[in-house]
């Protein structure tokens, strides 16, 4: 029988669903050393307002506020596109955002989606998971 041994450097993925309109935190994990490879942001077109981004944070759950600035949770600024409506089409006509990150997060990995409605703007996330 055959065994399969995952490599180091593969990709795990994580894609973000539900009401984003109350400030959606989605904890990917990982821990510490995690490698945020790509984000790839779908979104409708009719995005206008609503704000993402990529939280190096602390482990726990969103309930324990572990992912809040005030725990050590900082984020990162770079290249988190900024939505409008129309943009890039409307609809099934709507072309997602494809960023590479490449980057090592000190703690822990989170993408925050806030205004707009349910599934306005997902993000399809592709991490390697923290060695740590």
Not at 38 to 50: E, F, K, T
Not at 78 to 92: N, Y
Not at 93 to 104: E, F, G, L, M, R
Request: glycine letters at 16%; hydrophobic letters at 40%; charged letters at 10%.
């Amino acid at each position: 029988m055959p065994n399969f041994i995952r490599a180091e450097n593969e990709v795990d993925y994580f894609y973000t669903s539900g009401t984003t309109n109350s400030g959606g935190v989605f904890q990917v994990g990982g821990g510490q050393g995690t490698v945020l490879v790509y984000i790839r942001w779908d979104h409708n077109g009719l995005a206008s307002g609503v704000v993402v981004s990529v939280l190096d944070t602390q482990s726990g759950t969103l309930a324990s506020g572990l992912w809040l600035v005030g725990s050590g949770a900082t984020e990162i600024q770079m290249l988190s596109p900024k939505f409008t409506s129309g943009m890039d089409g409307v609809g099934a006509n709507a072309k997602p955002i494809y960023i590479p990150y490449n980057v090592i997060m000190n703690s822990g990995l989170a993408v925050m989606i806030s205004g707009g409605g349910a599934n306005v703007v997902r993000a399809f996330i592709g991490y390697i998971s923290g060695q740590a």
